[in-house]
């Protein structure tokens, strides 16, 4: 069996289970970075819209694997310690997204953990960049939980609608996941452009 990172053959081919690992991996195991969170979101609500995938389902799975997936992130952080800011470059790792992270993580403290859910890379290591510093579990959880909520419900239930509102949606939805794609990705862009203009002026 060939198995692609298109959400919709992800999806088809490892229904509820897959989706679960999948979000579960890319909410907090640093080799789960390049898995297509939010547009497998989309199209798992999309074909909620058609019946295909169970709405309230999904709406209790996603979130719950969003915020389990985290959990992993920080024990993983606690465990490790601060050696993985020294830890050497790999396959499945890169320093410069634990140093993102991090710059993420200091600038917005403990919201960071709601804000990063909806920015590619940031959320897969904010968590364990957490379980790094010398944030409460307590702190944690909550702040986790929220995020976990929020972007597990709210990009579900956008595809679930859109999928409703035009039911041609699926037809074009390979350019719905790269705009999707696209907009995701705005805030990191923003962040490291900010971050080159400040190092030029200095």
Not at 12 to 24: C, D, E, M, N, S
Not at 113 to 123: D, G
Request: proline share 5%; with cysteine; aromatic share 16%.
């Amino acid at each position: 069996m060939h198995l692609t990172l298109d959400p919709l053959t992800i999806i088809t081919t490892l229904g509820y289970v897959g989706l679960f690992a999948i979000v579960f991996a890319e909410s907090g195991l640093f080799f789960g970075f390049f898995f297509p969170g939010d547009s497998l979101l989309f199209t798992a609500g999309l074909l909620a819209s058609a019946h295909v995938l169970s709405l309230p389902a999904l709406l209790v799975l996603i979130p719950l694997a969003a915020i389990l997936g985290d959990s992993a992130g920080y024990a993983f952080g606690k465990w490790i310690g601060p050696k993985i800011f020294t830890k050497e470059d790999s396959f499945f790792f890169n320093k410069r997204h634990i140093e993102r992270s991090e710059s993420f993580y200091k600038k917005y403290g403990a919201k960071a953990l709601v804000l990063a859910r909806f920015v590619p890379v940031v959320r897969t290591f904010v968590p364990i960049v957490a379980g790094v510093g010398s944030m409460a579990y307590s702190t944690f959880i909550i702040f986790n939980s929220v995020g976990g909520l929020l972007w597990g419900v709210c990009i579900t239930l956008l595809g679930y609608f859109l999928g409703n509102a035009f039911p041609a949606t699926e037809q074009y939805l390979t350019p719905i996941l790269v705009l999707i794609v696209f907009v995701s990705v705005l805030p990191i862009a923003r962040e490291l452009w900010l971050a080159r203009t400040k190092e030029k002026r200095m």
